[in-house]
């Protein structure tokens, strides 16, 4: 299995304003990946964090609203770019080496 | 996009009584997973079921898979108050493919089981 844990857990932002999301792995995964949790919604994938490479986004969701790192095995982080009040929500990472994904406990982001 | 349905979307029992959940999907997949989420927290990784699979015990949890009908359950036996939380399906594709490991969730159970 994988802990996961991300910093920060939660914030509260100004809209236009970005905030970057850290999301660290005990051990190194295969995969990585960024949920969007919407208020009162299940999770849709953001994009896949790609390690020394571009990350992959679903459609709708674009590299220059949701940049992403992955420098190496075991680190990643989400940047959510100029903030508006739609972008109120639990954003997640996950984790995995084979088929089972562990989660972070997510960080919860209010725009004002 | 979401994968499918849950159902039903809340759920309330009492403490002892056993709880389902339902998860019905659209496309071939790999194997489907269960999480739990306790008040908007993280997810916790609660059983894994191949495609090839049809039942899957552990603990008081028992998971079946018809992939004929696309479709799953999540039997929760002897349940407590303290597993009160919301349930997710997720859905991963078949091996091999650029989507390996990615999760389709679907939409979610509320479970209430009360003392």
């Known amino acids: 299995s994988a802990v996961i844990s991300q910093k920060p857990s939660r914030d509260i932002c100004q809209r236009g304003t970005s905030l970057t999301i850290q999301c660290q792995v005990d051990?190194?995964?295969?995969?990585m990946f960024w949920y969007r949790q919407q208020p009162g919604q299940s999770l849709t994938l953001i994009a896949t964090?790609?390690?020394?490479?571009?990350?992959?986004?679903e459609s709708g969701f674009v590299i220059d609203k949701f940049p992403i790192s992955r420098p190496n095995l075991t680190f990643s982080t989400l940047t959510v770019s100029n903030m508006s009040p739609e972008d109120s929500s639990i954003y997640l990472c996950?984790?995995?080496?084979?088929?089972?994904?562990?989660f972070g406990p997510g960080t919860r982001l209010l725009v004002l | 996009s979401q994968q499918g349905e849950e159902d039903p979307q809340a759920l309330s029992i009492q403490e002892g009584e056993n709880a389902t959940m339902n998860c019905s999907y659209k496309t071939s997949i790999n194997n489907l997973q269960w999480y739990r989420q306790n008040s908007g927290r993280g997810l916790v990784h609660l059983i894994l079921i191949r495609s090839n699979e049809r039942e899957k015990h552990s603990g008081r949890l028992r998971v079946t898979l018809d992939t004929s009908k696309k479709s799953s359950s999540l039997l929760i036996t002897a349940s407590r108050a303290a597993d009160t939380a919301s349930y997710f399906c997720?859905?991963?594709?078949?091996?091999?493919?650029?989507?390996?490991?990615?999760?389709?969730f679907g939409q979610g159970t509320i479970l209430t089981v009360h003392p």
């Open positions: 964090a790609n390690q020394g490479s571009e990350a992959t986004y």
């Open positions: 996950s984790g995995g080496q084979g088929e089972t994904q562990y």
């Open positions: 997720a859905t991963a594709d078949e091996a091999g493919g650029t989507s390996y490991g990615k999760l389709t």
């Open positions: 051990s190194q995964v295969t995969m």
